[in-house]
């Protein structure tokens, strides 16, 4: 007797004596074949086996399933239900008439109007809150769903693939309009997924943050039952991107709460709309309870006067337009990560060996007359390529983005125009940036060096000064990228050593009008000639003395003697400093960008941005 169809030792419902007899097996199975080919007429009835049964068996409990739409159809309407739905926004809805009345963008519309049309991609489309309705009797049956959806509150974070002028990157956006962007109606899952998938596919991220990113409210506490410990988990991720070199590029276009807040200060580059953006640790009412200060708006608290003018955020835009347009520039100066080359723009419509006879004289002959340092930038780069970074903080100093011959360089200059070029706390804070920026993202610096020494007095000393001048030095000497030098005038003190020679051998030339030393004259003179100007004082003789040694000094100080004892390796006629500058530059992509990028490969060269 053939074993049960359900004995576990039975081999395709064949019995042992079967498997004996070759011709008996070979002759069931071309029955089985010639039944589903070809079934038998009324005729002509058909001899079954067990195993033809059981299949008739199996195929009456699964008629239900069989009935359904083959193409899954059902299942495609309810996803595009719900995208619909999520695309569409609703009129009447309390968050989306606050955005409007706020002058804010939609997120879908901020989203259109950043990213290459039609790129978008999103990834998560119906995450979120569904709720379900029965399907009438009228509508089951054969093929139907046992349920539709109604209504769908998707999560506050839309986050996706797209193309910033034919760049791809990583996009995530809150929406305001849903729960403020609070944790109870954001799923934190979505947001670390894109954290990890920028690390995974060494893509650029963008954060257009309105609202607390995902950040806690304590209505989920109501809502779960209990309180939780806020680990931020996402953070841990960025952090590595930061120091992958993977770009992370921050907006601010609406109140950034905490959490909202982290995210986009711990950006590469991040900007602020002025016209709507503000940023907080906690909003003003939380700020009430905990320290009193009543009456507190968004700007009062941490508007765009606050913040780009400490540092906090790097730059300020006048509206959400700039926002974007300023996230697409920067962009166009970084590679995808630190393991690429940033983006050459080939050919270059700008001449490299393009003089400018106007640089002979900007420096004025008398020394303690101030110009504009940023017309030598602007001379000397690209024309059209200079993007400033931080313009509104750390004013002694200034940096930015650039390109020389197409290449992009990172751009350090001193401001005489401020505090006379003396570098303070915050300008030294801001180069530091600026280093590790370029450092992490492979980009070769130039620098235009007119320093007196670090700031000095009251000011300077309470706010630091030598604990971040110090922290700036640590960053020339520890970051990798190569820099040249261009001295333009001044360079005394520590802060001049460390700017020209934190490497080895240094690339730099000189100007003309460069003047260097110890100390600057000024002072210079009465600390080292105290007791002799002191002795000419009683004599009625300082004033004469004083010039006389001023005289001298001046006079040894000729940069043309400092050549001559090889103290600086080449004085150049400013005008030719644009062909010079280019030439290093296409040297270190054509050569040495290779020998780096091997070098992060294997892990020889670690930078670190964070």
Not at 138 to 161: A, D, K, L, Y
Not at 306 to 324: F, K, P, Q, S, V
Request: proline share 7%.
């Amino acid at each position: 007797m053939a074993k049960d169809d359900h004995d576990p030792s039975a081999t395709n419902n064949i019995s042992a004596k079967e498997l004996d007899n070759p011709s008996k097996k070979a002759t069931d199975r071309l029955d089985q074949l010639s039944s589903h080919l070809s079934p038998p007429s009324p005729e002509q009835p058909q001899q079954t086996s067990p195993h033809t049964k059981k299949q008739r068996r199996k195929s009456k409990s699964s008629s239900s399933a069989s009935s359904l739409p083959p193409d899954y159809s059902d299942i495609l309407s309810q996803l595009s239900t719900l995208r619909t739905l999520a695309a569409t926004p609703d009129p009447t809805s309390r968050g989306y008439i606050r955005q409007k009345q706020a002058g804010k963008l939609w997120v879908r519309e901020r989203i259109e109007q950043l990213l290459d049309p039609g790129s978008f991609k999103e990834i998560g489309s119906v995450t979120g809150t569904v709720t379900w309705k029965p399907t009438t009797p009228t509508t089951t049956g054969p093929g139907s769903r046992p349920e539709t959806p109604v209504s769908f509150t998707p999560s506050n974070n839309i986050q996706g693939t797209g193309k910033l002028r034919g760049r791809q990157v990583l996009l995530t956006a809150d929406d305001f309009s849903i729960r403020g962007g609070h944790a109870d109606g954001a799923i934190m899952e979505k947001t670390i997924y894109l954290e990890k998938m920028a690390i995974a596919m060494k893509l650029p991220i963008v954060k257009l943050v309105d609202g607390s990113s995902g950040g806690g409210s304590v209505t989920t506490i109501r809502k779960e039952g209990w309180s939780y410990i806020p680990y931020v988990s996402s953070l841990r991720y960025a952090a590595k991107q930061l120091n992958m070199g993977i770009p992370n590029l921050g907006a601010v276009v609406g109140p950034a709460i905490g959490l909202g807040a982290a995210r986009v200060v711990s950006c590469h580059f991040s900007v602020m709309a002025a016209d709507i953006g503000s940023l907080f640790n906690a909003g003003p009412k939380v700020v009430e309870g905990a320290t009193f200060e009543e009456g507190l708006s968004f700007n009062d608290l941490g508007g765009p006067l606050m913040h780009c003018t400490n540092g906090t955020i790097d730059n300020l835009a006048a509206n959400e337009a700039e926002c974007y347009e300023q996230l697409r520039t920067v962009l166009g100066y970084l590679p995808n990560s630190g393991s690429d080359a940033p983006p050459v723009i080939s050919p270059c419509e700008d001449p490299e060996d393009r003089e400018d006879l106007a640089l002979r004289t900007i420096i004025p002959r008398r020394k303690a007359r101030m110009y504009n340092p940023r017309v030598i930038i602007t001379s000397v780069v690209d024309k059209g390529s200079w993007f400033e970074i931080g313009a509104l903080w750390g004013k002694t100093a200034i940096s930015g983005l650039a390109r020389l011959g197409g290449r992009p360089v990172g751009i350090i200059s001193l401001n005489c125009e401020v505090n006379g070029g003396a570098l303070d706390a915050a300008g030294s804070q801001k180069l530091t940036r600026l280093l590790k920026l370029c450092d992490v993202m492979n980009l070769p610096v130039v620098q235009f060096v007119d320093i007196p020494g670090y700031a000095i007095g009251t000011i300077a000393e309470r706010t630091a000064t030598m604990r971040w001048g110090v922290e700036l030095a640590k960053a020339y000497y520890s970051t990798t990228t190569p820099i040249f030098s261009v001295i333009t005038r001044r360079v005394f003190g520590v802060a001049g050593g460390v700017m020209l020679g934190a490497r080895d051998p240094v690339m730099q030339v000189a100007w003309p009008s460069g003047n260097w030393g110890s100390l600057p004259l000024d002072g210079g003179i009465e600390v080292g000639h105290r007791h002799e100007l002191r002795e000419a004082e009683k004599a009625g003789k300082k004033a004469e003395l004083y010039k006389e040694l001023e005289e001298e000094y001046t006079r040894l100080m000729n940069p043309v003697r400092t050549a001559n004892a090889f103290g600086i390796e080449e004085i150049i006629d400013p005008k030719d400093t644009r062909a010079v500058c280019c030439a290093w530059a296409r040297h270190v992509y054509e050569v040495l960008m290779k020998d780096r990028l091997v070098d992060r490969a294997c892990g020889k060269i670690q930078p670190s941005f964070s």
